[in-house]
């Protein structure tokens, strides 16, 4: 298997309607599992199947993103959280979090 992370984390809303981030293929894999057995159908089992066959190196990830991805907007699931600023997340600057005297 690749890495099995994702080029581009995947943010769903759960059952109970908490912000959930899927970074790579185990996390998609992870909430395919949990989704309730009655609103399972086909795109769910080709979701399932794909991401399954890149955890085990069958396919590859970008291929169960995009399945996943598929998915989760047919479902309604899917949210679109913009990608925060540069500055919001570079590296932090200044002695913060240094130890006295090293």
Same mark, same amino acid.
């Given at each position: 298997?690749?890495?099995?992370m994702f080029e581009q984390a995947i943010f769903v809303?759960?059952?109970s309607f908490a912000l959930r981030r899927i970074a ?21 089992? #080709? +979701? ?8 085990? !190196?069958?396919?590859?990830?970008? @291929? ?18 913009? #990608? +925060?600023p540069p500055w919001m997340t570079g590296p932090k600057? !200044?002695?913060?979090?240094?130890? @006295?005297?090293?």
């Amino acid at each position: 298997m690749e890495d099995g992370m994702f080029e581009q984390a995947i943010f769903v809303r759960d059952d109970s309607f908490a912000l959930r981030r899927i970074a790579c293929v185990m996390d998609a894999i992870e909430f395919l599992e949990e989704w309730p057995l009655e609103r399972r159908g086909l795109l769910h089992a #080709a +979701a399932s199947d794909t991401c399954y066959s890149a955890y085990d !190196g069958r396919k590859s990830v970008d @291929a169960a993103h995009k399945t996943f991805t598929t998915w989760a907007r047919r479902v309604g699931v899917i949210e679109d959280v913009p #990608a +925060a600023p540069p500055w919001m997340t570079g590296p932090k600057i !200044g002695g913060a979090g240094r130890r @006295a005297g090293g």
